[in-house]
């Protein structure tokens, strides 16, 4: 018989419940802690394996009789914009994202309940309190940052930073071989703009920078509509039972 070493993992499973993306079926999850000095390496291997983070926990799907939901990542060198994604960076190209440490502030929480009380007002997270919240963004073992996004002022070329009130925020885990849009909100009234999908390409950006390879989306699943935005974003890669699979 082998043994597990000392530091090893412990997974647990959730009791079933509605799933929040398809009528009529139940989720699962299976999760484990991110805490210590073991945390950052777990994140990045859990990560590729399909995982996703929230505060200290590590969770994925794991329903009996459903694999809808699909961990997916993009592919930053051979990504191509479409027409649609370029008219939406251009009518954004006044704003500018800065990357600030993991640290919960009023701002943040005001948009923050503007977007749930617009887009999710009957969501898991529409209760959230401010310190809920500070949990939210502070609480992580891994590194970890928030990308503020304003519009760009008279001194950004020099400062790198946008000037005036928030417009849109996300939480972003640093990887090992890319960049992983935690959870993003952004004002519910500029909705003109398409910030969700702005984000995602300034995310992409951002990883060439770096020189990761990719960025992390989360699970798209498919008949999901609040999901569907997710394939649009291509070449991608697909996690399924043999592993990543290349689509686009």
């Known amino acids: 018989m082998t043994r597990e070493p000392r530091d090893a993992p412990q997974f647990y499973l959730t009791a079933p ?18 805490v210590g000095r073991r945390a950052t390496g777990l994140n990045d291997t859990l990560t ?20 809808a939901c699909v961990s997916v990542r993009v592919l930053v060198d051979d990504f191509k914009r479409s027409r649609n994604m370029q008219r939406v960076a251009e009518r954004n190209d006044d704003l500018i994202g800065n990357a600030v440490p993991a640290h919960a502030t009023s701002d943040q929480y005001a948009l923050f309940r503007s977007y749930l009380d617009a887009r ?24 970890t940052r928030v990308i503020e996004y ?3 002022g008279v001194d950004s070329f020099i400062t790198g930073r946008g000037e ?8 972003t885990d640093i990887l090992a071989d890319g960049l992983s ?7 519910p009234d500029m909705v003109d703009r398409s910030l969700g999908t702005w984000m995602i390409l300034d995310h992409i950006e951002r990883a060439k920078r770096l020189g990761l390879p990719h960025v992390y989306l989360g699970y798209w699943v498919e008949g999901s509509r609040k999901m569907a935005y997710k394939a649009r974003f291509l070449p991608q890669e697909r996690l399924h039972m043999g592993g990543w699979d290349r689509v686009g």
């Open 120 to 143: 999710h007002h009957d969501g898991g997270m529409a209760d959230m309190s401010m310190l809920d919240f500070t949990m939210m963004i502070e609480d992580s073992h891994v590194q």
């Open 48 to 67: 590729e394996s399909g995982f996703r983070r929230s505060q200290t926990i590590a969770y994925r799907p794991a329903c009996e009789n459903c694999r």
């Open 164 to 171: 005036g009130p928030l417009v849109a925020v996300c939480l």
């Open 150 to 152: 304003r519009r760009r």
């Open 17 to 34: 419940s509605a799933c929040p993306y398809l009528t009529g079926k139940e989720e699962r999850k299976v999760f484990t802690h991110l």
């Open 181 to 187: 849009m935690v959870y993003s909100f952004y004002d």
